[in-house]
């Protein structure tokens, strides 16, 4: 069984998942110049998220099936998900 992942990588893979995000997006809200903090780069070299490129050159971030994996086992779902299970009572 894998090791379970720090909190700050679990609350970044929740955020990446919790709605589209622009690899400029993650860059903005994540930065850090601690190199004890280097959430994206370790998230990249697990393979928990991958960047997209798109037709017009935007780069979309999102999370690989080893990152979905580490949310489940963290049993944390985005939170969209969280509110229309809380909205229809099937859920926390």
Known sequence: M???HSLIMIQF???IADRPRSREDVMDAWR???PRFPVWEDARADGLI???GGERGEHRVEL???GRA???RADVRPRAR???AAA???GP
């Open 2 to 4: 894998p090791a379970p």
């Open 13 to 15: 893979l929740q955020w």
């Open 32 to 34: 850090s110049s601690c």
């Open 50 to 52: 991958r960047q997209c």
């Open 64 to 66: 690989t099936e080893r």
């Open 70 to 72: 580490a949310l489940r």
């Open 82 to 84: 969280r509110d229309q």
């Open 88 to 90: 229809s009572g099937s």
